[in-house]
Each structure stands twice: as C-alpha cells, then as structure tokens.
C-alpha cells in the first residue's frame, strides 16, 4: 500500500500556517503566512516581514535621502504592487462609520542623520515617533468623550 499525499488535510494546512503578518513578523521554513495592505497575498517561509509602518517610514527615509520627489511617492514599492497615486486616501474619505474616532494628526519630525545611523535605524526611529504620537491622540480623544447629537 503507497501512502497518500502528506500535508494536504485540514489539520497539515492548519500546523503550518503562521498568521496575517499585517505588523510585520517572521515567517519560518516549512511554513507559510497571510501578508498584504489591501488583499492577501499568501508566502511562504522562510520570510521576514516588514510592517505597513516601518515599509512607509523606511520609503520617506530613501526618498528623503535620495532627494525624492511627489514622483517618487507615486512609484511602487516593488515590481508587484500598484503606484501609491491607485491606493485609497484613508484622511480624503469623508465617510466615517458610526463609533470610529477621526484622529488628525500633525507630526513634524526633524532628522538629523549621524554617520553611525543607517537608513533602517532612521526608519525605526520615524516609525516608532509616530507610533507614540498616533498612541497619545488616540489617548487624548478617548479621554474627551461627549454626547453629540
């Protein structure tokens, strides 16, 4: 008796899938996973995955740095993925479902590169000045609640 095809049931499949990797994350040999902005895109391991946070702020970095223009923010990231001009503006919508927060917010950030900092540690740095501010005005709107009618 041949044995049947290995990994293929419902229980094989479950074992080796790893999550949605929307915040980044790893993704081992053997193994595979749910990645993607706008629809998911399924890769296999082994594989790091960038988060949608630290693949923006590292793109600003390189455009900052290569003296990037509006043009540069219209190409894609990689041959695969559509110009950033095809992808929906989450602040131009001017439709908000009922119980979500609109949080604005401004947040200049000054760089100032030393020579022992590489455009990864700037990345990380952008993204996490972000990440902290995006916490406090989310902080700051939760606690101002009121009745609107």
Known sequence: MTPGPQGNSADAIRRRYTGEH?????IPLGKFG???EHGPEIVNGPAN????????AMAAVAA???GGTATAADAPLHPYSLPGSQYQR???????????TYIDIHAPIQIIAQAHHTPQDIAREVARQLDARERQARSRANSSFNDIE
């Open 90 to 100: 989450g602040a131009t919508s001017s439709h908000h479902q009922g119980g979500d």
């Open 49 to 56: 995955v960038t988060s949608r946070k630290n693949t923006a």
């Open 22 to 26: 929307d915040s980044g994350g790893r």
């Open 34 to 36: 749910v990645v993607g």
């Open 64 to 66: 900052l740095f290569m």
